[in-house]
């Protein structure tokens, strides 16, 4: 069992509302390195009064699969498109300075967010992108800039952490997969580069 270990703490957080999103919350499981592939699971409050869509941004460069997406209140299924930066901005999902070919995840909602309430959806795809997750060395690096304010990152199962360059706190979950989580107090992206290797 790999021991607990505290590489920092960070203790203040700033909450911000990014177009009509707030409470944000992902987790990263990164399957075998030689996949290049890492399943996600992101959880975020709509917050925009009436607003009948979620848009959640396909980052360039990730191929996207396996995306499904419900409503945790009810637990039910919500329907969903890929659409572009154009489609996005149309139905207001994305700022003026948004690329006409960006992608978007669009979500349609249960129903409107109501005024004063919000609506609680979580997001689950598998993305591949091998310029940010490969093998090197025998072990893998997990290089990606992480947006958002809480981030999690569950190494491969047999992998354990050699590295990390932005301050994280390490643990193990229930299987003895190792934990890297994040808590991004900054303005900007939090540079995540995580290095493991395989156990022997």
Known sequence: MVRRTVLAAVLACSVAAVMGAADEFTVYELLAPATHSFDIIYDVTATREGAPYFFNPIRPG???SKERVVDRASGKPLEWEVVDGKSAKASGGA?????????FLRVKLAQPVPKGGETRIRIYKT???PPSYYEKDGG???????GIKRNVVVLPKGYELVGSASPAIVSTDAGGRVRVSFLNDRDDQLPVRIVGRKLP
């Open 62 to 64: 990730s191929v996207a």
């Open 95 to 103: 700022g003026a300075r948004t690329a006409a070919d960006a992608q």
């Open 127 to 129: 993305y591949t992108d």
């Open 140 to 146: 893998f690096v997990f290089d990606r800039p992480l």
